[in-house]
């Protein structure tokens, strides 16, 4: 059996150690590499049909309208099943206190039973808000292990902390 990360992530306008940045790969992605680098993993990037605005402001105001109206925002593909896998590695963003919703959409459709599932976050002060009980609802049956919580300036000095975390 293996390991699988399901991600989403996002480039563009970003806050970047307390200052808008433009970044060419999202925090999330860069942590979901270092996770395959040292697992082996299989990556799954969740992506929505229609793409976030690349300013900050504008992205996280459509984050905040999908979040009040519980959206499930179609994606681009959908991964049909985890049954090969052994470890779910799920990271994100913190959007508004949890995950961005094109996550749920995800997540809501696949079978946790037996799985265990390992999330990380990235953030910029905010750690895992409410993401953590949303999880545990969304990811029934799969029993969710200590998390990962890394501000998105530190991610590319977090190779160190993520091979801890892995091998815990």
Known sequence: MSDLVIYFSRSGENYFGGELKNIEKGNTEVIAEYIQELTGADLFKVETVID???DYMECIDVA???QQVAARPKIKE?????????TIYIGFPNWWGTLPMAMFTQLEQLDFTGKAVKPFVTHEGSGFG???KDLKKYCKGGEIKQGLSIPGANVYDAKDTVRAWVEE
């Open 130 to 132: 409410s993401a953590i």
């Open 78 to 86: 959908t991964l049909e099943s985890i049954d090969a896998y052994e």
């Open 52 to 54: 976030y605005p690349q």
């Open 64 to 66: 905040k309208k999908e």
